[in-house]
T-cell receptor, first 116, second 116 residues
Framework: AQTVTQSQPEMSVQEAETVTLSCTYD???????LFWYKQPPSRQMILVIR??????QNATENRFSVNFQKAAKSFSLKISDSQLGDTAMYFC?????????????FGTGTRLKVLA | GAGVSQSPSNKVTEKGKDVELRCDPI?????LYWYRQSLGQGLEFLIY????????KSGLPSDRFSAERTGGSVSTLTIQRTQQEDSAVYLC??????????????FGPGTRLLVL
């Protein structure tokens, strides 16, 4: 069975600094997708970044980038130039595709607090 | 355009009562997911609808939980004889299932259920 592990329940970072959130997963599949979602106090889950497993190039979205290590089954999120608005819960998610179905497995989340 | 909407946003009920939670997915999205998020926890998968296929109910925690999706659009999650441990935020998400892009989920704001 697939699992997603986020080993950092809470983290904090100073405004304008860089922080990295870790995520590891376990799967025997070769074709899958990985996502990072952000859930601010408003509760609305928002997609931050996504990565296709068949792509070697790490995905980047403005201040957010990932370090995808397929062999190590690691998918960390780096937030550069942290802003107060980045304060939120961050969830790593794994999606598998099997005969027309798409199922997601989420980690338990990392609570990030950006300090002024 | 309109995102995923859920109603009610908050629901307080007494133990033993039945509740219905509603989800309106993004128009044209054929996949719909229900998750449960308990306080301080990650997302627990409940059920997944894909087009006209039989739903994947593998995540439903007990037979008190059921869901339906009428006309391939609106979905209702029903919890019968609610228990205090059912208290959580119930999140709905929808996604497209066409094309080759990762099937990004778009989440609703959730329904916070409190069982007294």
């Amino acid at each position: 069975a697939q699992t997603v592990t986020q080993s950092q329940p809470e983290m904090s970072v100073q405004e304008a600094e860089t922080v990295t959130l870790s995520c590891t997963y376990d799967t025997s599949e070769n074709n899958y997708y990985l996502f990072w979602y952000k859930q601010p106090p408003s509760r609305q889950m928002i997609l931050v970044i996504r990565q296709e497993a068949y792509k070697q190039q790490n995905a980047t979205e403005n201040r957010f980038s990932v370090n995808f290590q397929k062999a190590a089954k690691s998918f960390s999120l780096k937030i550069s130039d942290s802003q107060l608005g980045d304060t939120a819960m961050y969830f790593c998610a794994f999606m598998k595709h099997s005969t027309g179905t798409y199922k997601y497995i989420f980690g338990t989340g990392t609570r990030l607090k950006v300090l002024a | 355009g309109a995102g995923v909407s859920q109603s009610p946003s908050n629901k307080v009920t007494e133990k033993g009562k039945d509740v219905e939670l509603r989800c309106d997915p993004i128009s044209g999205h054929t996949a719909l997911y229900w998750y449960r998020q308990s306080l301080g926890q990650g997302l627990e998968f409940l059920i997944y609808f894909q087009g006209n296929s039989a739903p994947d109910k593998s995540g439903l925690p007990s037979d008190r939980f059921s869901a339906e999706r009428t006309g391939g659009s609106v979905s209702t999650l029903t919890i019968q004889r609610t228990q205090q441990e059912d208290s959580a935020v119930y999140l709905c998400a929808s996604s497209e299932t066409t094309g080759d892009q990762p099937r990004t989920q778009y989440f609703g704001p959730g329904t916070r259920l409190l069982v007294l």
